[in-house]
């Protein structure tokens, strides 16, 4: 994927612009129509968009690998867990390149050590530079855990890569707000029946971020990947909820991005 404008190239001068990468679960084609969300003004408004792209997987870990080793393509499913190449990595090149790389996530990182497969894959074992408690709770895990609000986490970590100062930040964020089981708080509603829900809710919180940015005068490149489906609707052999099979409906993801820069108004 080579789609680098004029001012954002990195060469023999250190980067003065940012890499935000915003890996969302439980997001897809299909999910957006159903949710009726398809035309949200995030996506409708965004520099690019990519209408065919396929995650090549049904499950998080997975995606996650192959997101933060795409330099290298997209090895069969029974090397994923093979040590990474150095080379392979998205965020250790980034790093070379002078960006300061951050991870956050807006859970524990606990399920399956999500957290460590993170880390592996980015070459960096710093822990996530916000915690996800540091910011009010979004929703509630499947698992009873609190999930943070993925508006208040990105802005609370741009206020603080403000403060900061550096010259350039590559982030990997990764959100399971739209995670199958999820409750939000004080509803007695499904987790089915309140995707809809927040789905609107994160992309308005993705504007929202967007806009905050823009303002801040910097430059940013802005990348959203989500790792697969939720399932929404159900299809043939496989009920609603269920990601067994990793059908278009499932891996057909809407992978769209921002160019934001001073010089750069939005139309």
Same mark, same amino acid.
């Given at each position: 994927?080579?789609?680098?404008?004029?001012?954002?190239?990195?060469?023999?001068?250190?980067?003065?612009?940012?890499?935000?990468?915003?890996q969302?679960?439980?997001?897809?084609?299909?999910?957006?129509?159903?949710?009726?969300q398809?035309?949200?003004?995030?996506?409708?408004?965004?520099?690019?968009?990519?209408?065919?792209?396929?995650?090549?997987?049904?499950?998080?870990?997975?995606?996650?690998?192959?997101?933060?080793?795409?330099?290298?393509g997209?090895?069969?499913?029974?090397?994923?867990?093979?040590?990474?190449?150095d080379?392979?990595?998205?965020?250790?090149?980034?790093?070379e390149?002078?960006?300061?790389?951050?991870?956050?996530?807006?859970?524990d990182?606990?399920?399956?050590?999500?957290?460590k497969?993170?880390?592996?894959?980015?070459?960096?074992?710093?822990?996530?530079?916000?915690?996800?408690?540091?910011?009010?709770?979004?929703?509630?895990?499947?698992?009873?855990?609190?999930i943070?609000?993925?508006?208040?986490?990105?802005?609370?970590?741009?206020?603080?890569?403000?403060?900061?100062?550096?010259?350039?930040?590559?982030?990997?964020?990764?959100?399971?707000?739209?995670?199958?089981?999820?409750?939000?708080?004080?509803?007695?509603?499904?987790?089915?029946?309140?995707y809809?829900?927040? @789905?609107?809710?994160?992309?308005?919180?993705?504007?929202? $971020?967007? +806009?905050?940015?823009? #303002?801040?005068? =910097? %430059?940013?490149?802005?990348?959203?990947?989500?790792?697969?489906?939720?399932?929404?609707?159900?299809?043939y052999?496989?009920?609603?909820g269920?990601?067994? @099979?990793?059908?278009?409906?499932?891996?057909?993801?809407? $992978?769209? +991005?921002?160019?934001? #820069?001073?010089? =750069? %108004?939005?139309?």
């Amino acid at each position: 994927m080579a789609i680098v404008p004029a001012g954002l190239r990195v060469g023999t001068k250190p980067p003065d612009f940012d890499v935000i990468v915003l890996q969302i679960c439980s997001l897809s084609w299909a999910d957006l129509q159903s949710a009726r969300q398809s035309q949200h003004p995030v996506l409708r408004n965004a520099d690019f968009v990519f209408e065919n792209f396929n995650s090549a997987t049904s499950y998080s870990g997975p995606a996650a690998i192959r997101l933060l080793r795409g330099r290298c393509g997209q090895p069969e499913h029974a090397r994923l867990y093979d040590a990474p190449q150095d080379n392979c990595m998205l965020f250790k090149q980034l790093r070379e390149e002078g960006f300061s790389v951050e991870m956050g996530l807006n859970h524990d990182g606990r399920f399956e050590n999500f957290t460590k497969l993170v880390q592996t894959n980015m070459g960096s074992t710093e822990p996530a530079v916000l915690a996800h408690n540091a910011v009010p709770v979004g929703v509630v895990g499947f698992d009873g855990s609190n999930i943070g609000r993925d508006g208040d986490y990105l802005r609370t970590w741009w206020a603080k890569r403000l403060d900061a100062k550096k010259p350039a930040v590559a982030l990997y964020y990764n959100s399971i707000t739209l995670h199958d089981g999820n409750r939000v708080p004080n509803s007695t509603q499904s987790s089915l029946n309140t995707y809809p829900f927040r @789905l609107e809710r994160i992309l308005n919180d993705l504007q929202m $971020v967007l +806009g905050e940015i823009r #303002s801040s005068e =910097r %430059k940013a490149l802005v990348l959203v990947v989500p790792e697969h489906g939720a399932g929404l609707t159900g299809e043939y052999g496989q009920l609603v909820g269920l990601r067994e @099979l990793p059908t278009p409906a499932i891996t057909k993801v809407p $992978v769209f +991005g921002y160019w934001i #820069s001073p010089s =750069r %108004k939005p139309e």
